[in-house]
């Protein structure tokens, strides 16, 4: 006779999908305990990858992300640093956010990495290709980007218009 088993559930397939599920949510899978996504190294020691995801170390890379003064762009390199890549926040304000301060002390004394600063507004591209030059000039290397700089506008998606984006 074809069975379907989980765990203590045993079922013939002709009842069908609806018995199974309710045998199915009977019964409750075992519970593995979560680990975290990363781990904080102890104060002042230099960032490690996580032995069982190497793959997702970012030792050594230059990443910029434009827009991280605030908002998601800060949580995306705050991220980025956590992997241990030295990070740039291009942004447009003429200083970053109180959080942003923040988030480079954490980078120096708990990630061990860095998290610089350059003011550029990323619709200027001649003033945007002389930062992100010196970036590469500075550090030998940029090895990613993530373009998260943009504009709050609400207003309905048929009319917004092409110039609202400039």
């Not at 045998?23 to 075992?30: F, I, K, S």
């Amino acid at each position: 006779m074809n069975t379907i088993k989980y765990a203590a559930c045993r079922l013939p397939r002709s009842l069908g999908p609806r018995a199974q599920l309710r045998c199915l949510a009977a019964v409750q899978p075992p519970q593995h305990p979560r680990r975290p996504f990363s781990t904080s190294p102890a104060r002042g020691s230099p960032q490690k990858p996580l032995p069982n995801l190497p793959e997702f170390s970012l030792i050594g890379k230059v990443v910029l992300v434009s827009g991280a003064a605030r908002g998601l762009g800060l949580v995306q390199a705050e991220a980025l640093m956590e992997a241990g890549a030295v990070v740039y926040a291009l942004d447009r304000l003429p200083a970053p956010s109180a959080e942003f301060k923040q988030v480079q002390a954490r980078a120096e004394r708990e990630l061990g990495t860095r998290f610089e600063y350059k003011q550029v507004d990323v619709t200027d591209v001649p003033g945007l290709n002389v930062v992100v030059d010196d970036i590469a000039k500075t550090e030998g290397r940029i090895d990613g980007l993530i373009a998260a700089a943009g504009i709050q506008q609400e207003t309905p998606a048929l009319e917004y218009k092409a110039a609202d984006a400039k």
